[in-house]
Structure formats: structure tokens, C-alpha cells
């Protein structure tokens, strides 16, 4: 069986982060994705584009590091196509000497007291197991938090429904031009559409964003609601029916405008969008209060200042609280670490925060910042105290601005 240093489980932008800051730092590290590309929610669930990372009319980064560095060397493919994120993805994997391992599942952890100790993995040939002094839970539902059974929260605290579920789908050969034109009037008819039950997505409205490239349209607009995410048969109705409500968008659209006449559909994401599932409930469970104060702690790893966005997991209806364009929140060391155990850290979709907390700090350019900083700590952990709960915080974060954090 070989051993690494780090096992970092799931190759989206937090797990990616994650394992290039470690392998960087000199950490022999394996990371873990069950598809075949890097990415995860951004390539597989089509979620694009980044949201904000900047403060003061985007004089200031609040999202720097291996964020600032992912976006440069996309550019550098000079191809709008976010699929050029994947090959971003692979080349900082790779030169950061990191082993990855696709097609490739963790279903089981044998932990030993305080202590994470060996995966199990089911690969292309059979079940592989791995051992490794530290690990990352990055896989956004928190599969590794589940399988140590670490303390953690499915969706919102009172009855543990989720964020609704979106497949993300893209548009091809649209108009633009008129599109913009129509779209007052196609939000009018979307609503009637609903009335007359010829559109049966809960979304009060339709939400898109132009590109990513040319004569793209990127829609964010299919809701599914109060189903879990991290139950099987669940999710497999919940990837159907979105399908089905983007069937109906297609028709709407063409019905409606002229914009449309020459569209395709080009793409819908393999994988349905997950906003919420399961949170590790850690050494601190970030809130919304603390966003909202702004509140500074003395382990801050990352910061930003999306707004609380709660898209209502019953339904109709988005709830949202804006901070102001100078003001950013601060997300602690201590909401990527279990109270369980000593070398093991969590980052990105499924650090511990509260159902309002998390709307806000789920975001793609702060999980990259999430997934950089626990990198690091395992680094500063792996050749220092060799526990997670004991490294120095002021050590960390200096490691952090030495690469680029904007802490
Ligand atoms: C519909 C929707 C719209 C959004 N819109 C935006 C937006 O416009 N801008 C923005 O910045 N953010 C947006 N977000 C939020 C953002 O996309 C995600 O929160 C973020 O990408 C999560 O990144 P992650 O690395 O934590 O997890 P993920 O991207 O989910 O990555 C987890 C990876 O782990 C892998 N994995 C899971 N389990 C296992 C296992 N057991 N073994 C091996 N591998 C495993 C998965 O295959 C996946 O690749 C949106 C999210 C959704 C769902």
C-alpha cells in the first residue's frame, strides 16, 4: 500500500488549490477525483462565472494566491471557453508534482483515535487503499466528514432542508443583441408561462449570464427544491427533472423570441449543481453575524464579500444581503477543522458555517482560498507539530501572504 503525506479527496477548485499549495511546499500528496477531469461544481456542474473577489470598485483582491494565478494562466490559453480550466487544472497539478487519481471513488475511512488512517477507494480496477499521515476533505458534500463521522449538518439547522439544486445549461447561436432586447418582455411571460403551468420550475425569474465565449448564453435558472442532495435516488430525480424544466425553457425560449430562431443547446452540465449539503460543524461554525459585523479573527485564512444569498429551498423567492463595496468578511482557520481529529482539515462547499453563513462564502474564488490556505497548514503541520490543532496560526499565516493570500 503506498503512502503519502496528504490525501487530498476531490479535484474541484477547493481540492485542486489544495493539493498544488501542498505539493508546492514539498508534501508528496495523492489527489482523489471520481471523474475524469479537474474541477468539480466549475467544470462538471458548468457553474460560471467567478463571483466577486474584488473590494473597492475592484481596487483591491479579496481572493489572491493560486486564484490570481488560475485566472492568469487561463488567460495565457487566450480561449474564452471555460473548458480551458481543465487543462489550467492539469498543468498546475501536474507541475506541482501532484499524483492524481481519476475515475476513482473514497467510499471508506479507517480511522485509529484521534487519527484518520487509510482510504478505501473503489478505482477502474477493483478496491485500492491508501494511507497518509494528513487529509483534506474537499468533495463539496463532505463525503470524508461523513465517513469519520465528524459532526456536521445537513442544510439548514431547523429541519435540514438544502439550497436548491441547479443544472446549469448553456445556449449557443442567440441573438444577443435582441435577446437583450426581449428579455423584459420574456421575464413578463416567463411568469405566465408558470400561471398556465406550461413551465413548472419554482425560480420566480430567469437567470443567465452572457458567455463564457462567443455567442454563448449561460443559464443558471433551473430549481429544484426539497430534494437532498446526499441521498441517492433523491438526486437521481432531482438530475431529471431539471433536465426536464430546461426541455421547457427551450421551447419557452423559441416560442418567445426571435432571439432563439438559430439557438442550440449546446450544453447542460453533467452533474446537477449542488449549493448546499452536508457541513462539518467544526472548532467554529462561521454566521452570518460575524459577515454581517465584519468580525476579524486572529486565524483569518480567507476573505470576501458575496453577498448572504439564499436562493429558498422550499420554492419561490431569493433572499439576499448585500455588504457594501468596502466591506469584506473574514472566514477562520477554525472552520476547516474537525473537532474530531488531528490531521485531517475540510475546504470549500463543506466548511463549518451556518445555512445563512455558507449562501455566502460557497463561492468558487473563495474556495480556491479556502483549499490554498488548508493546503498550507498541512504543509506548516506535516514539518512542524504534526497536528492540525496545534500549528502556528501567526507562522500560517504568514506562509499565506508569502504566496499571494490577500489576507
Ligand atoms: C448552481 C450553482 C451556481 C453557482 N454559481 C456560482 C457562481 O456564479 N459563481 C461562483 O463563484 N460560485 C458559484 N457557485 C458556488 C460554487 O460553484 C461551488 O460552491 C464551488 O465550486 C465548490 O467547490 P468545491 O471545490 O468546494 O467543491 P466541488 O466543486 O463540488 O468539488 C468536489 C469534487 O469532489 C469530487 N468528489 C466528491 N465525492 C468524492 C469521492 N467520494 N471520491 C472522490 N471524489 C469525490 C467531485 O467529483 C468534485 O469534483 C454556484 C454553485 C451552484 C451549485
Known sequence: MKKY?????GGGISGVAASVAAGREGLSVLLIEKYGSL?????????YPFLHYTRDGGKHLLSDGLFTEMRNRF????????ECYKLVFDDMVTEAGVEVLFHSTVFEAKTIDRKVKKLKVATKSGVFEFEADFFIDTTGDGELIAMT?????????????CQPMTTCFRVSGVDRELFMKDKEMLQEKYKEWQRDGKINNPRENILEFGGPGNGIIHFNTTRIVMHNPVDPFDISRAEIEARKQISEMMVFFKANSKAFEKSNLVSIAHHIGVRESRKLKG????????LKDCTAFEDTIALGNYPIDIHNPEGKGT????????????????SLLP?????????????????EAHSAVRIMPICACMGQAAGIAIALACKTTKNTHTIDISTLRTMLKENGAAI
Open 5 to 9: 503525506d496528504l490525501i487530498v479527496v
Open 149 to 161: 463521522d465528524c459532526d456536521c449538518q445537513l442544510g439548514r439547522e431547523s429541519d435540514s432542508l
Open 75 to 82: 488567460k495565457e490559453y487566450n480561449d474564452e471557453s471555460w
Open 283 to 290: 472548532v467554529h461554525i462561521l454566521t452570518q453575524q460575524e
Open 319 to 334: 433572499t439576499l444581503y448585500y455588504f457594501k463595496d468596502e466591506e469584506f468578511y473574514h472566514i477562520p482557520y477554525r
Open 339 to 355: 473537532k474530531e481529529y488531528d490531521n485531517m482539515l475540510v475546504a470549500g462547499r463543506c466548511l463549518s458555517a451556518t445555512h
Open 39 to 47: 474541477g468539480g461544481a466549475m467544470t462538471a456542474s458548468l457553474v
